[in-house]
């Protein structure tokens, strides 16, 4: 089982219930996309981190393809106003090189302005990151009701004051 990062260490939450109010988050944060941007998607199976890149992915007009989780192909690329690269680690063990299914050439797509990624399990990749790469995460945790969720926030080395205001403005 994979250890997710505590939610203390994450100042800024939202909630939201069910699939659609999950979704309208996804398309809300793609407004705040412009490039460039890694996104590291923490959470336990059907904590809805997929559910999450289908609004994304809705929000960049991405179409004509359906936005699934990339568990077995471990990368689904897609078009739209920006390119995505869906990252899934989930099957990967830790130490595995991620050369092997190009992540480098994803990331330099990436860092070059021209794509965004969002890595679902990402802890094989986070060492591989440094401390000092940029980055938004998010830690998705149930919440009282059976649908509903919480969505934690931090960005580093700094949260985006943008998706500060996306995620309510005020601290946990």
């Given at each position: 089982m994979t250890a997710f990062p505590d939610p203390a260490g994450f100042p800024y939450r939202i909630a939201t219930r069910?699939?659609?109010?999950?979704?309208v988050l996804g398309r809300r944060v793609a407004e705040l996309l412009g490039g460039g941007e890694i996104v590291l998607l923490h959470g336990d199976l059907g904590a809805g981190k997929t559910c999450?890149?289908?609004?994304v992915?809705?929000?960049?007009?991405?179409?004509?393809?359906?936005?699934?989780s990339p568990t077995f192909t471990l990368v689904n690329?897609?078009?739209?106003?920006l390119t995505v690269h869906h990252l899934d680690f989930y099957r990967v063990e830790p130490?595995?090189?991620l050369e092997?299914?190009?992540?480098p050439d994803l990331l330099d797509d990436v860092w070059?302005?021209?794509a965004v990624a969002l890595i679902e399990w990402p802890a094989v990749l986070e060492a591989g990151l440094g401390a000092d790469t940029p980055r938004v995460e998010l830690l998705v945790t149930p919440a009282d009701e059976p649908d509903a969720r919480w969505w934690h926030l931090r960005g580093l080395p700094e949260t985006p004051a943008a998706w500060i205001e996306v995620f309510g403005g005020e601290s946990c």
């Open positions: 069910g699939a659609e109010q999950t979704m999450f890149v289908q609004g992915c809705a929000g960049l007009n991405v179409t004509g393809q359906d936005v699934v690329t897609y078009d739209g106003r130490g595995h090189n092997d299914i190009g992540v070059d302005g021209q």
